[in-house]
C-alpha cells in the first residue's frame, strides 16, 4: 500500500446565533462559545434570563455536527479534537474573525468572553491569537489550553473569573486544583474564582452576580 494523506484549501459555510438587539441601550455584549453536545441557538436559551435591553449575545457554532443522545435524534457539535489540532484551530481562529466581522461590534459598552467546558479553549486561545482585549473573561468548567503561558495575557488589561460546580462530573478535586493554578498563574491576583453547589451546568446565577459588579 501507499497510502499519502494530503491536503487542500476550500471556502466553507458556518452559522452562528444571536440573542437580543444591539442597541445604543446594550452595555454589555457577549462573545459566548458553547460546550461540546451544543448547538449555538440552543446554548443560548441559558442567557434569555439576562436583561434583554442591556445585553448582547453573540455565539459562534462549533462546525464538527454528530448525532447524540440514546435514539441519535439530536444534533451536537464539537469545536476541536486531538486530530489535526493546530490546522483546525486555525480554521477555527478564521470563522471567528468572519462573525466578529459580520458583526461589527462596536468599542463602546463591556466586551464579555465567555467560554464554557469545551469552549473554554477555544476562547482562550481566540483571545491570545487575536490579541482580543476584553472586559471581563469567564471561565466555566473547563480546562485551559496547556500551551497558554503568561506572556500570553500580558496584553489583557480586563478581569478573568473561574466557575467551576463542586460536584462537576468532569472535574475531580484535583484537576479544579490544577486548573484554578493555571489561571493564577495566568491572570494572578486579578483572578477570581467562584465556586457553586452543583455539576457540570451553564450557572447562569452566578454568571449574573459576575456582570452585576461591572
Do not use: C
Amino acid at each position: 500500500m501507499n497510502l499519502t494523506e494530503k491536503e487542500i484549501s476550500y471556502t466553507t459555510t458556518n452559522t452562528y446565533a444571536t440573542l437580543n438587539t444591539l442597541t445604543s441601550e446594550t452595555k454589555n455584549i457577549w462573545l459566548v462559545f458553547h460546550g461540546m453536545g451544543y448547538l449555538s441557538r440552543y446554548f443560548l436559551k441559558y442567557f434569555e434570563v439576562m436583561n434583554i435591553k442591556e445585553n448582547y449575545f453573540v455565539a459562534p457554532q462549533a462546525p464538527s455536527k454528530y448525532y447524540i443522545g440514546p435514539k441519535f435524534r439530536h444534533v451536537g457539535a464539537s469545536w476541536l479534537t486531538k486530530e489535526n489540532t493546530k490546522k483546525e484551530t486555525m480554521n477555527l481562529m478564521n470563522y471567528i474573525d468572519g462573525v466578529l466581522e459580520k458583526e461589527n461590534i462596536p468599542h463602546n459598552g463591556n466586551l464579555i468572553i465567555l467560554g464554557y467546558s469545551q469552549g473554554v479553549s477555544i476562547a482562550m486561545r481566540y483571545m491570545v491569537y487575536r490579541k482580543l482585549q476584553a472586559d471581563r473573561l469567564i471561565i466555566h468548567s473547563g480546562g485551559i489550553p496547556t500551551e497558554l503561558n503568561p506572556d500570553d495575557f500580558e496584553y489583557f488589561k480586563g478581569k478573568a473569573t473561574l466557575v467551576y460546580g463542586n460536584e462537576d462530573e468532569y472535574l475531580n478535586e484535583e484537576r479544579i486544583e490544577q486548573e484554578i493554578e493555571k489561571a493564577a498563574l495566568l491572570f494572578g491576583i486579578t483572578l477570581d474564582v467562584i465556586p457553586f453547589n452543583g455539576k457540570h451546568v451553564v450557572n447562569t446565577e452566578v454568571i449574573k452576580n459576575i456582570i452585576s459588579t461591572m
